[in-house]
Structure formats: structure tokens, C-alpha cells
């Protein structure tokens, strides 16, 4: 089954990290994917850009409406995602532990809608 894992956290935090946590971080990045790789479960990944680049589109009676930022105010955005092939849902939450992301934000699972 393929899952979509999107990685949430807060953005203004990552200004304070220092570089010994960045190199750290990187390292913990690396392993999990190749990890992934290696497992054959890797269908595709990405960080996204900051929400100062989002724009959200709205169809409201016939009329496109977009506005600059993400959809929703939260203390957590949406930082990016991997797409993984998993026999089942306790090992797409296996592997959802081991991102990063999940230290110090969280991961939504989501199977694909043609998954389910």
C-alpha cells in the first residue's frame, strides 16, 4: 500500500538551530533515506520551500481567489513529505518514527485515495 507521510513543524524554529544539530539532523536525513532506498520502500521525497512562497487557491461561486501564505494559521507547517510503499499501516508508522520530523514536530500518514 502506498502512504503519503507529510512533515509538520514550526518553521521559526529552525532559526535557532545550531550547527552541530544541523549536521546531526543531516546525518539522521541521510541514513533514512538510504535506509528507505535500500529497503525498496522509497517511491518519492521532498522538502518544500517556506510558507513566505505559499500561495492557497480557493474556488468560491465561479470566482478563482488566492491570497499569499498556507491555508490555515498553525503553529506547525507543512515541510514535506515522503511517499512510501508499506505492506500494511504499522509499517508505514514504523518508518514515520524514524523521520526526523517526528523529534521535534509530527507526521501525518495518509494511504493514496486509490490505496484504500
Not at 514550526?10 to 549536521?23: D, L
Not at 513566505?52 to 507547517?77: I, K, M, N, S, W
Not at 515522503?82 to 509530527?106: K, N, T
Request: with cysteine; proline share 4%.
Amino acid at each position: 500500500m502506498k502512504y503519503m507521510f507529510l512533515m509538520y513543524a514550526n518553521e521559526a524554529e529552525s532559526a535557532n538551530i545550531t550547527p552541530e544539530e544541523a549536521q546531526s539532523l543531516y546525518q539522521n536525513w541521510q541514513t533514512l533515506l538510504k535506509e528507505a532506498r535500500d529497503a525498496g520502500v522509497l517511491l518519492a521525497n521532498s522538502g518544500l520551500a517556506p510558507t513566505a512562497y505559499a500561495t492557497t487557491v480557493r474556488v468560491r461561486d465561479g470566482r478563482t481567489l488566492y491570497t499569499d501564505g498556507p491555508f490555515a494559521e498553525t503553529h506547525e507547517q507543512l515541510g514535506g513529505f515522503f511517499m512510501l510503499e508499506c505492506e500494511d499501516l504499522d509499517e508505514a508508522i514504523r518508518w514515520a518514527a524514524r523521520i526526523p520530523h517526528a523529534q521535534y514536530g509530527s507526521v501525518e500518514i495518509r494511504p493514496l485515495w486509490d490505496q484504500i
